[in-house]
């Protein structure tokens, strides 16, 4: 069987390829257009998908019915219609749990950023504007003791509630379709409605998975209803919240700062505003960015491709019913 990788990933996930018996393609060069992507979809029968660039949506079905499966070098599937690739028999797989402390890391270092002004401070030592001790210029502020409030507390939000308990003793809440038994057991954390995380928390983080309907969820409304000395951390999809909203409260210091690894749009551009300000850090969509985390994705995508070579189920599955 032909796997097509529409960029390069870690040797370790192609060489596991390679000796299950797959021929994999790489194109020469990773910028592809949707014409030449799709033409490389066509000509072979499985995709390790690396990005969101491209959408698994009923047309690309449609023009590649050859299709037999999709592995994803990533958690998130938003970018795929489940539902039309369970009509068709396709699985398709995800890459969880061997990122989670990464990106929880990263969510952990925007907050810690973000509330002592690190981007901002950075900037002025940039700019040679050291300048004399100011005892009440851009002070940060302190998270011990503070209530962390996460929004989808599943494998990377339960990191995130790990370090932020270990190294401030937050208090956690949180809000989500279910009960996280295992949280409210190991770390005290407490269920709350969706206006009462909004409300009580003085770090909101996302870490659900994203969905249509919750196309900008984070607009001004909602930002509105958080404390004035609120950060807001986005390390999941850009889609969550309203990227002028977002600027508009930052700017007017209706919150205190927010701290995104995702933009809305991604990439963002490069003469947004909401770059000029003082109290925001954005970084590019980094949050598996380690040796460590991107090598485990790599070999977890190639074992769910490889276990569909051999006619048994995906080890990782994001559409399982296929298979009852």
């Known amino acids: ?17 390679e000796e299950a018996g797959l021929q994999v393609f790489i194109p020469e060069h990773e910028n592809l257009s949707h014409e030449e992507w799709l033409g490389y979809c066509k000509s072979h029968d499985m995709i390790l998908s690396v990005g969101a660039d491209f959408k698994y949506n009923q047309d690309f079905f449609n023009e590649c019915p050859n299709i037999k499966a999709i592995a994803l070098y990533s958690v998130g599937f938003d970018h795929v219609d489940i539902k039309e690739a369970v009509q068709r028999n396709i699985p398709v797989g995800n890459t969880p749990d061997v990122l989670s402390k990464a990106t929880s890391d990263v969510a952990f ?25 100011d005892p009440l210029h851009a002070l940060g502020q302190e998270l011990y003791g503070k209530t962390l409030g996460i929004f989808g507390l599943g494998r990377i939000g339960i990191e995130m509630a790990k370090k932020s308990k270990a190294a401030f003793d937050m208090e956690i809440i949180y809000h989500n379709r279910h009960h996280n038994e295992q949280a409210e057991k190991e770390l005290n954390a407490r269920y709350v409605s969706f206006e009462e995380l909004v409300a009580a928390s003085d770090v909101l983080s996302i870490h659900a998975n994203f969905k249509p309907e919750q196309k900008e969820l984070f607009n001004r409304s909602v930002f509105e209803k958080m404390k004035e000395n609120a950060i807001f951390i986005n390390t999941a999809r850009g889609g969550f919240h309203h990227q002028k909203d977002l600027y508009d409260v930052l700017a007017e210091k209706k919150i205190w700062g927010a701290g995104l690894d995702v933009t809305n749009p991604e990439p963002i ?16 969509h980094v949050g598996s960015a380690t040796i460590e985390a991107r090598t485990e994705m790599a070999k977890l995508a190639a074992e769910n491709l490889i276990a569909v070579s051999k006619h ?11 298979y009852s």
């Open 1 to 17: 069987m032909k796997v097509f990788v529409n960029k390069r990933i870690p040797e370790e996930g192609i060489k596991m390829l």
């Open 109 to 133: 270092l925007l907050m810690q950023s973000v509330a002592r002004r690190a981007s901002y401070n950075f900037e002025k030592v940039k700019a040679g504007n050291w300048g004399d001790f």
């Open 269 to 284: 551009f490069k003469d947004d505003p909401i770059l000029e300000l003082s109290n925001i850090c954005v970084l590019p």
């Open 312 to 322: 048994e189920k995906m080890p990782s599955c994001v559409n399982p019913e296929i």
